[in-house]
Antibody, heavy 121, light 110 residues
């Protein structure tokens, strides 16, 4: 059974940094692209970033480009999102999601339960 | 990054049929199709349909997806109370090298 467990969320002041992690199990982590998707309170889903299976290609939404950095450790089955220069508008539940294939553009199939990041002013 | 276009809300009666639409362009929906997701309040999204319009294992046969040009559609027949949820479409935009979501449609079953 595919399991994606996010951690690292919490309350942080504007301008601060936070690192989210996602522990993956139940599948061959190194074979699949992974992504982060967020959802602000009461709002829709927003794609944040993706990384291909080897980790050599990364993709970012314009809203986070230059501030967020996605990475993965295939030896530890872990996906990370380093978030710098956080803004109030980054407040959201952040979901770790698995892709159907190895490339960053592959469609998403499994979702984690999410971790809440709250950025205060 | 411009998103996909979905109607904000759709209301249908019990046991009726609802068709939800998702409009993009030739770089996203028109290129590789769209994934459909369902989200109930307080829960993470769940995959309903792949880009090729096939359903994952365990998804009701009452749901079917299709695409015509730059518009993807999700049809739900025999509406049940548990179908009341938010529905999102998602596609990969090859010109932006980015995933793009629709704004979501809230389906109400009367």
């Amino acid at each position: 059974e595919v399991q994606l467990v996010e951690s690292g969320g919490g309350l942080i002041q504007s301008g601060g940094s936070l690192r989210l992690s996602c522990a993956a199990s139940g599948f061959t982590f190194s074979s699949y692209a992974m992504s982060w998707v967020r959802q602000a309170p009461g709002k829709g889903l927003e794609w944040v970033s993706s990384i291909n299976s080897p980790g050599g290609s990364t993709y970012y939404a314009d809203s986070v480009k230059g501030r967020f950095s996605i990475s993965r450790d295939n030896s530890k089955n872990t996906l990370s999102l380093l978030m710098n220069s956080l803004r109030v508008e980054d407040t959201a539940v952040y979901y770790c999601v698995k892709a159907l294939g190895s490339g960053g553009g592959n469609e998403i199939d499994y979702w984690g339960q999410g971790t809440l990041v709250t950025v205060s002013s | 990054q411009a998103g996909l276009t979905q109607p904000p809300s759709v209301s249908k009666g019990l046991r009726q049929t609802a068709t939800l639409t998702c409009t993009g362009n030739s770089n996203n929906v028109g290129d590789q199709g769209a994934t459909w997701l369902q989200q109930h309040q307080g829960h993470p999204p769940k995959l309903l349909s792949y880009r090729n319009n096939n359903r994952p294992s365990g998804i009701s046969e009452r749901l079917s997806a299709s695409r015509s040009g730059d518009t993807a559609s999700l049809t739900i027949t025999g509406l049940q109370p548990e179908d009341e949820a938010d529905y999102y479409c998602l596609a990969w935009d090859s010109s932006l090298s980015a995933h793009v979501f629709g704004g979501g449609t809230r389906l109400t079953v009367l």
